[in-house]
Every structure is written in structure tokens, then in C-alpha cells.
């Protein structure tokens, strides 16, 4: 890896780390305002809903320009996000408007890696980014546990630094062709030129079985974040600081994961982790079992580490694949829609079941019967399409 790849990772960080950080903040500020348990949700409902709406926008404006350029103009809008919290906004519509800037800026950040690199070191590249990633959740969620437990504006104050030095870091990307440049920019035709890329992605064998993969486990990662607060309130009598630790251990584990499949898994060998997503269900289901910390850290840390182990190599994957059929950045446009309706989905739900009192034991067995069917169906289905490919004509 050279440097112009280290500059992209170090802003990727620094970017990741406030987003992280401002969650678990906004949720403090919540607790502040003595707001309903059921908004704690709704906060990642109001940042994804972004992605769902500007999806068929901003994978054209990543690829009409340079990337570095347009993760600089993300980054200034997540700057405006932040600083309008500090100033009082409520932090429903404030993170909305962070919202804003990370959709725009997620198909510029993945979509550079296919630009810059080639192929054959996609997945070592997802392995570091992912990684980064996942070191920015554990700083964010300890930044986010306990500056606001001293002081809330203070906390804002360093998020919001932290956003306006990734959007330093942004100016010194490398520049890379422009690709795939959209050949009109009105909003008709960019919707129908989305559209267009959304049934060609899912027409593809490897295109339709990674988006499908990356969908179901952001969707329920997301959720899980909120499931695994609640959870060890009650399951281990945690106060809401210590809950937010839980998911340090969960990141780690992700990282280790993310990690281990950089080194193992080839691009041409990526399918055949799904099956890791029927372990990660039932794993899941397995924290209803659990009352002791240090049992609850370790089948924490599992969790993380299957599940960094499944979406490195399916994410890289979805990528190549993205790049050669529709651009990087309408590739990650793509993946970005359908990753975040998965997310609003089960955030949704979940919001729901919280509203209407359902025990939170209940909530994670429906979760984890979820992914391991679900999982268990996709890889079936793959199994079916390849067998169907190879027999002869």
C-alpha cells in the first residue's frame, strides 16, 4: 500500500471516528432531555434515511468528480451537522443533517479504493478500511461514553474538530480519473440511470448474492447496536456507560474478523463465507443465556469476529463487481439504498417492538432466527444459480 492509500484511510478515520463518537453523544443528549427510550433508534433512523432518498444523486456526484473533492464537501456538511447540535438543534434533525453528508460521502470513500487499486488488492484494502473502521467505533463509542458523562458541549466541540480535520486530511487524496461520468445530470435521468443500476447489480450472480448478504447484515448490525444496549441493562444490570463498552468488545471483534479475512480469503473465494452468517445467528441468540459479563464479553467478541469475517470479503466483492458493471460510486450508490432500507427496515421494527414493551429476550431471538435463515436461504439460492450455470448448453 503507498501513501496517496494511507491519506484516504487516515480521513476514512477521522471521519468515522466522529460519526461514532456524535451517536453515542446524541443519545447522552437524549438521556439529558429525558426523551423516550424509543427515540435512542430513531436517531440512526434519521441519519440512514439520507441514504435511502439521495441514493440515485449521489453516486452520479461521486462519479462526476473527484472523490477526494467530494468526501471534502461531505465532510464540510457533517461539519454543519455537528456545530448545528452544539448550537442547540435537537439532536434528531442535527444528525439528520450529518446524515446527509455521510451518504454522499460513502460512495466516494469505497468507490476511490476500486479507482486507485486494482483488483487483486481489493480485499487487503476493504481489510485495512474496514479495520480503520472498526478502530474508529472503539475510540468513537469510548469518546462518546465518557466526554458527555463530564461534559456534553465539550464533547460536541471535539467531534466537531474532529470532522473539520478529516475534511483537511480530504484535500491531500489523490486525484484519480474521473469515472463513469454521468452523460446528463437532471434529476430524471439520474433516477432512471439509478434505477438502471440497482436491476443491473441485482441481475448479477455474485452482484445479487453479495448485495443481498450486505444488506441483511448491515441492517441487522445496526439494529444490534440498540439490542445489545437495552439487553445488557437488563440481562446484566449495566448502567448505560458500561453498556456502551459492550460494543468496544464488539468492534474489536470485528476487527479481528475483518483482519483474518484480509490474509485468508481470495476476491474469487468471497461466497463462501456466507455460511459464517448462520454461526453469527445463532451466536445472537445465545446472549439470552448469558447473565455474567465475562461470558457476555466473550460471546460478544465472537459475534464481532464472525461477522467482520463475513462482510470483508462479500463488500469487496460487491465493489469489483459494482465497478466493472455500473462506476464505483453508482455501485456504492446502489449498495448504500439497499444496505440503509435494510437498515430503516429492522430499525423500524425494532423502535416498534421497544414502543410496544415486547421483552427484549423476544426481540433477540426473532433477530438471530433472522440472519440464520435468512443467511441459510441466500447461500442455498447461490448454490441453485451456480449449479444452473455450469451445466452445459
Known sequence: MNRGFYIILLAQFLSALADNALLF???????????????????????????????????????????????????????????????????????????????????????????????????????????????????????????????????????????????????????????????????????????????????????????????LFWGVAATLRFVVLAWAGFALNFTQEQSTYLMVVVAIGIAIGSIAAARMIKLEHSVRVIPVGIVVGLLVIGMTFVSNWIVACILLLMIGAFSGYLVVPLNALLQHRGHLLIGAGHSIAVQNFNENLGIAALISLYTLMIKTDIHINFIIVAFGLFVSLSMGGIYKLYQVQNASLQKPK
Open 25 to 215: 453523544t446524541a443519545i447522552a443528549l437524549l438521556r439529558d432531555m429525558d426523551a423516550p427510550s424509543w427515540h435512542d433508534p430513531l436517531l440512526q433512523w434519521f441519519f440512514v434515511i439520507s441514504y435511502i432518498i439521495l441514493a440515485p444523486f449521489v453516486g452520479a456526484f461521486a462519479d462526476a468528480f473527484p472523490k477526494g473533492r467530494v468526501m471534502f464537501v461531505s465532510n464540510a456538511i457533517k461539519f454543519i451537522g455537528s456545530t448545528s447540535m452544539v448550537l442547540g438543534m435537537p439532536p434528531l434533525y442535527a444528525y439528520g443533517i450529518v446524515g446527509i453528508g455521510a451518504a454522499a460521502y460513502s460512495p466516494a470513500k469505497y468507490g476511490i479504493l476500486t479507482e486507485y487499486l486494482p483488483p487483486s488488492m481489493l480485499v487487503k484494502a476493504n481489510g485495512w478500511m474496514e479495520g480503520s473502521t472498526v478502530m474508529a467505533i472503539v475510540l468513537g463509542t469510548v469518546i462518546g461514553a465518557i466526554l458527555p458523562s463530564i461534559n456534553i458541549q465539550v464533547a460536541m466541540i471535539v467531534i466537531t474538530v474532529l470532522y473539520m480535520s478529516a475534511a483537511i486530511f480530504n484535500i491531500y487524496i489523490p486525484k484519480v480519473p474521473v469515472d463513469h461520468k454521468p452523460p446528463q445530470k437532471t434529476p430524471a435521468f439520474l433516477i432512471k440511470d439509478f434505477w438502471l443500476a440497482t436491476k443491473t447489480l441485482w441481475k448479477d450472480s455474485q452482484g445479487q448474492v453479495s448485495l443481498a448478504v450486505t444488506t
